[in-house]
C-alpha cells in the first residue's frame, strides 16, 4: 500500500487493519491476463465498481483497476465516514437539547470524540466487504491493485507491487473519480490543514477549528464539530452558506449552525494563514470588519479535482481539461472505444450520480445501437441531491430561477414544517417543502426540502419526475399520518387550491343549490 493510503488509514487499529484487508489487500496477487477483455475499467470507486460488476453479471469479460482503495473517496473518505460522524454529533446535541423532552442530564456527564470516530471506523470497516477486492473477484470482475496507463488504442498496463500486467481490451472506461483541492490562501501550505481525506483520521478533538469552505462538505463537518464541542470558525468567500441553494433554505441551516456553536464569517475577503505559537492564526476580512482567530486545526472544503494524472491520456487521443475528462451525452469520450463515469467528468459529484453514469456506460459501451438497447444519455437523468445538515436540504429537478432562465412559465408553492403536526411533535418544524411546476399543468419541474430528513423525503417527487408524473399523482396520493412527508402532498394541495377558481365554486354553488329543490 502506498503512503497515500496509509496517511488516509490512520490510525492503524484493528477496524482500519479490516477495512484495507478488504479494499487493498496486502497479499493480493494480479491475475495473468488470458485474451480480450469486453472492457476494462480504471478505478474501483462507486462508477467503476458498478460499471465492473454489472458488465460481469451480463456475461462480459472484465477488469478493474485500482491503485488506491477500492471504494474510492464514498467508502473510505466520503459518505460512509461522514454520515458516521454526523450520527454521533446527531446523539450528542440531542442529550443537550435533552430537558425539553423532560429528560435532565446531570453534570459531570463525559463526552468521548476519540470512541465516536472508533464506531464510524468499525461501521465503515463493516461496510467495506461490498467493496472489496474478494467479493468483486467472486462475481466474475478481474482485480488488479496497481496504476493503469494506457498505452495503445487497445491497451492499458497495470503497474503492481509484483511486476506489470499489460490488459487488451475492446472499450474501456476512466472512472477514476477526484481529489480534494485547496484554495491559493497565503500560508495555507505552510501552516498544514485537513481535507475530508485526513479528517477522518482524527482521534482527539480539536477545540478550535477553522472550515475554509461552506458548501455542503463544509457545512456538514462544521457543524458537526461544533456540536462535539469545537469552537468553529466557518469562512466563506460567498454571502452566507450553501450558495447554491435556495437562500430561505440556506437560511434555515445557517440559524440553526449558529445555535450549534458555529460562528460564520462571510463575504470573507483576503484570507491569510500563517503558523502561530499556540496554532494556526486566519486573518479575513467579513462584512467589512478585520478577524483575527488562531485555530488547532484548518479543514478545507472547497471544491473537488478530477483525477486525470498518469493515464496516458494525451496518447489515445482522450480529451481532458481543469474540469476533467470531457465526454459527450453517451458519456464516450472524444475517442469512441473509451468512456468515463462518476466524479472524473460530472459536474453532479455525488455517489448516486456515479452509479446511474456507470449503468449509462454500460448500455452504450457494451450494447451499441441498434443491435443492443438503444443509446442511453446523461441528458435525461433526474438527479436529486442532500446536504446532510441539521435540518437537511434536498433538492430535485430545476429551481425557480433555472425555470425562468429556460423561458419557462412556472407556478412555486411553499408549505412550512410548522403546519405540519409530526414535525411540530418530533421538534423539528425549522424547515419546508417548495415545488415548482409548470404553468398552465401539473408537470412538476423540481422541488426543495428543508427537514430533518430531507434526503428520505425528496424521492417522492424524483420518482414522479422521473415516471413523468405530475402533481395530481402526489394529491391524489395517501400519505400515512402523522409523518412529516406529508407535506409533500400539503405543497401540491396549495397548487390545486389555486386552481379551484371562483367561476367553478359558483357553479358548484348552483349545482347545490338546485340538488336541494
Not at 449503468?359 to 435525461?380: C, E, K, M, R
Amino acid at each position: 500500500m502506498s503512503q497515500h493510503d496509509e496517511s488516509l488509514m490512520l490510525p492503524a487499529d484493528e477496524h482500519n487493519q479490516r477495512l484495507v484487508a478488504n479494499v487493498h489487500p496486502s497479499d493480493w496477487v494480479n491475475p495473468e491476463p488470458s485474451g480480450r477483455y469486453n472492457i476494462v475499467v480504471i478505478g474501483a470507486g462507486t462508477a467503476g465498481l458498478i460499471t465492473a460488476v454489472i458488465a460481469a453479471s451480463l456475461g462480459a469479460k472484465v477488469a478493474l483497476i485500482e491503485k488506491h482503495l477500492m471504494g474510492g473517496d464514498c467508502l473510505n473518505v466520503g459518505c460512509v465516514p461522514s454520515k458516521g460522524v454526523i450520527r454521533a454529533a446527531r446523539a450528542w446535541a440531542d442529550l443537550r437539547n435533552a430537558a425539553e423532552f423532560g429528560l435532565h442530564i446531570p453534570a459531570g456527564v463525559k463526552y468521548d470524540f476519540g470512541a465516536a470516530m472508533a464506531r464510524m471506523r468499525k461501521l465503515r470497516a463493516r461496510i467495506s466487504h461490498n467493496d472489496s477486492a474478494q467479493r468483486y473477484s467472486k462475481l466474475g470482475v478481474d482485480i488488479y491493485i496497481g496504476s493503469g496507463r494506457f498505452t495503445g488504442f487497445d491497451s492499458i498496463q497495470v503497474e503492481g507491487p509484483a511486476g506489470n500486467r499489460t490488459l487488451s481490451f475492446v472499450k474501456a472506461a476512466i472512472c477514476t473519480g477526484a481529489r480534494a483541492s485547496a484554495p491559493l490562501t497565503p500560508g495555507l501550505q505552510e501552516a498544514g490543514y485537513l481535507t475530508n481525506e485526513t479528517v477522518f483520521s482524527l482521534t482527539e478533538l480539536p477545540p478550535r477549528l477553522a472550515v475554509i469552505g461552506a458548501g455542503p462538505v463544509g457545512c456538514e463537518l462544521a457543524q458537526s464539530f461544533a456540536r462535539f464541542g469545537s469552537q468553529v470558525h466557518l469562512i466563506e468567500a460567498q454571502h452566507g452558506i450553501m450558495p447554491n441553494e435556495d437562500r430561505d433554505a440556506a437560511q434555515i441551516v445557517e440559524q440553526q449552525m449558529v445555535k450549534d456553536g458555529v460562528h460564520l464569517l462571510c463575504c470573507g475577503k483576503d484570507l491569510k494563514v500563517s503558523k502561530a505559537a499556540d496554532g494556526k492564526r486566519l486573518m479575513v476580512d467579513s462584512h467589512g470588519r478585520q478577524y483575527d482567530v488562531v485555530v488547532d486545526e484548518i479543514l478545507v472544503g472547497v471544491g473537488r479535482m478530477p483525477n486525470v494524472e498518469g493515464l496516458g491520456l494525451e496518447a489515445i487521443g482522450v480529451e481532458f481539461d481543469k474540469n476533467g475528462v470531457k465526454v459527450n451525452g453517451r458519456l464516450q469520450t472524444s475517442n469512441p472505444r473509451i468512456f468515463a463515469a462518476g466524479d472524473v467528468c460530472s459536474r453532479h459529484k455525488f455517489t448516486h450520480a456515479a452509479d446511474a453514469m456507470a449503468q449509462i456506460v454500460i448500455q452504450n459501451a457494451l450494447f451499441p445501437h441498434p443491435f443492443g438497447l438503444g443509446y442511453a444519455s446523461v441528458d435525461s437523468l433526474i438527479m436529486p441531491w442532500c446536504t446532510f445538515t441539521a435540518p437537511e436540504v434536498a433538492h430535485v429537478g430545476m429551481y425557480e430561477k433555472d425555470a425562468k432562465e429556460k423561458g419557462l412559465e412556472v407556478e412555486t408553492y411553499t408549505f412550512k414544517l410548522d403546519e405540519v403536526d409530526r414535525a411540530i411533535l418530533d421538534g423539528e418544524d425549522e424547515g419546508f417543502a417548495r415545488v415548482h411546476i409548470q404553468k398552465g399543468s401539473d408537470k412538476i419541474l423540481g422541488a426543495t426540502i428543508v427537514a430533518a430528513h430531507a434526503g428520505e423525503m425528496i424521492s417522492e417527487f424524483s420518482v414522479l419526475m422521473k415516471a413523468g408524473l405530475g402533481a395530481k399523482t402526489i394529491a391524489g396520493t395517501i400519505h400515512p399520518y402523522p409523518t412529516q412527508a406529508e407535506v409533500n402532498k400539503k405543497v401540491v394541495n396549495l397548487w390545486r387550491k389555486a386552481h379551484f377558481t371562483q367561476t367553478t365554486r359558483n357553479r358548484l354553488i348552483k349545482l347545490f343549490a338546485w340538488m336541494r329543490r
